[in-house]
Nanobody, 119 residues
Framework: QVQLVESGGGLVQAGGSLRLSCAAS????????MAWYRQAPGKQRELVAT???????NYADSVKGRFTISRDNAKNTLYLQMNSLKPDDTGVYLC?????????????WGQGTQVTVSS
């Protein structure tokens, strides 16, 4: 059974830091690219950061220089280090695993972890 379980969310003051984790099981973590998304109330889901199987990273402009995505294939775990947090970073953060198979994208999603940044 495929599972992605996020943890590490919480309430933090503006300027603070949080580290999110996503524990993966039930599939081959190492052959999947990974991503963090977030969804704020009343807003569309937003791609925050991605990391390829080889470790190449990409970030949304809004988080560049503040967030760092990383992965530990030995632990089947994805991370998101979030520094200098702003109230606009508030939302549910979701872990995503994806890969292309014969022209079709296969996606797995976690349930999300709430991040709330107070001003």
């Amino acid at each position: 059974q495929v599972q992605l379980v996020e943890s590490g969310g919480g309430l933090v003051q503006a300027g603070g830091s949080l580290r999110l984790s996503c524990a993966a099981s039930g599939f081959d973590f190492s052959i999947n690219a990974m991503a963090w998304y977030r969804q704020a109330p009343g807003k569309q889901r937003e791609l925050v950061a991605t990391i390829s199987t080889g470790g190449t990273t990409n970030y949304a402009d809004s988080v560049k220089g503040r967030f760092t995505i990383s992965r530990d294939n030995a632990k089947n775990t994805l991370y998101l280090q979030m520094n200098s947090l702003k109230p606009d970073d508030t939302g549910v953060y979701l872990c995503n695993a994806f890969r292309w198979v014969q022209g079709r994208m296969i996606n797995y999603w976690g349930q999300g972890t709430q991040v709330t940044v107070s001003s």
